[in-house]
C-alpha cells in the first residue's frame, strides 16, 4: 500500500510516519498492492485532526478524528476504519480480499456487535434536474434547508451534488469516469 503524507499546519515527524505504517499494515493484505492511503494532518487551535482516505479498486474507505494529541487521532480512525470493514463485510467479501478480510476480524475482535443491516431505501423521489450554475445550487440547497443538492450543471452539462462540509464551507462532487 503506498501512503501519501499531506500536513498542514504541522510538521510530520518520522516517529508518526513509521506509527501510521505499523497501524496501516493490518489493513495491508485485504486491500491490493495498487491500494493507495491518504494520510492528512491537520492543526487548527489545540485540535489535531487525521484524516485517512484509503482508495483500493474504485471503491474509497475514509475516517476522520479529532483529539488534543495526534497519536491518539490516528488510533481513533483506525479503529473507525476496522469498524467500517467489520460492518460491511459480507459486501466487502464480494469486491475485496474475503480470506483477508475474515482474517482481520478474527486476529482484531471489538467488543461491540455491529449489526450487518440491509440498506433499507425508505423512499425514492424524483426530482427534475435543472441546468444551474454551482453558485445558484448552492443556494437552491440553502433554499431548502438540505445537505446536498444534485443539479445539471450548466457549463459541462453533468449531473452534479453540491453538499455542506461540516465545516460550514461547500463541496462539490463531480463524476469522473474511471
Same mark, same amino acid.
Not at 474475503?98 to 467488543?111: K, L, M, Q, T
Given at each position: 500500500m503506498k501512503i501519501i503524507y499531506t500536513a498542514r499546519k504541522v510538521n510530520l515527524k518520522d516517529n508518526f510516519k513509521e506509527r501510521v505504517e505499523k497501524k496501516l499494515g493490518k489493513f495491508e493484505r485485504?486491500?491490493?498492492e495498487d491500494a493507495t492511503a491518504n494520510v492528512t494532518v491537520t492543526v487548527h487551535k489545540n485540535r489535531q485532526t487525521v484524516?485517512?482516505?484509503?482508495?483500493?479498486?474504485g471503491l474509497v474507505y475514509r475516517a476522520? =478524528?479529532?483529539c488534543d494529541e495526534m497519536n491518539e487521532a490516528l488510533d481513533k480512525v483506525i479503529d473507525i476504519l476496522g469498524g467500517l470493514i467489520r460492518k460491511?463485510?459480507?459486501r466487502l467479501e464480494k469486491r475485496i480480499?474475503?480470506?483477508a478480510v475474515e482474517s482481520f476480524i478474527e486476529e482484531n475482535p471489538v467488543?461491540?456487535?455491529i449489526e450487518e443491516d440491509e440498506f433499507d431505501v425508505a423512499k425514492t423521489k424524483s426530482i427534475p434536474v435543472k441546468p444551474l450554475s454551482v453558485e445558484e445550487a448552492i443556494l437552491q440547497m440553502n433554499?431548502? =434547508?438540505h445537505k446536498f443538492f444534485m443539479f445539471r450543471n450548466a457549463h459541462t452539462d453533468d449531473i452534479n451534488v453540491v453538499y455542506c462540509r461540516n465545516d460550514g464551507r461547500y463541496g462539490l462532487l463531480i463524476p469522473d469516469e474511471e
Amino acid at each position: 500500500m503506498k501512503i501519501i503524507y499531506t500536513a498542514r499546519k504541522v510538521n510530520l515527524k518520522d516517529n508518526f510516519k513509521e506509527r501510521v505504517e505499523k497501524k496501516l499494515g493490518k489493513f495491508e493484505r485485504i486491500f491490493g498492492e495498487d491500494a493507495t492511503a491518504n494520510v492528512t494532518v491537520t492543526v487548527h487551535k489545540n485540535r489535531q485532526t487525521v484524516e485517512v482516505t484509503i482508495r483500493d479498486n474504485g471503491l474509497v474507505y475514509r475516517a476522520e =478524528g479529532s483529539c488534543d494529541e495526534m497519536n491518539e487521532a490516528l488510533d481513533k480512525v483506525i479503529d473507525i476504519l476496522g469498524g467500517l470493514i467489520r460492518k460491511n463485510k459480507t459486501r466487502l467479501e464480494k469486491r475485496i480480499r474475503s480470506v483477508a478480510v475474515e482474517s482481520f476480524i478474527e486476529e482484531n475482535p471489538v467488543d461491540v456487535d455491529i449489526e450487518e443491516d440491509e440498506f433499507d431505501v425508505a423512499k425514492t423521489k424524483s426530482i427534475p434536474v435543472k441546468p444551474l450554475s454551482v453558485e445558484e445550487a448552492i443556494l437552491q440547497m440553502n433554499m431548502v =434547508g438540505h445537505k446536498f443538492f444534485m443539479f445539471r450543471n450548466a457549463h459541462t452539462d453533468d449531473i452534479n451534488v453540491v453538499y455542506c462540509r461540516n465545516d460550514g464551507r461547500y463541496g462539490l462532487l463531480i463524476p469522473d469516469e474511471e
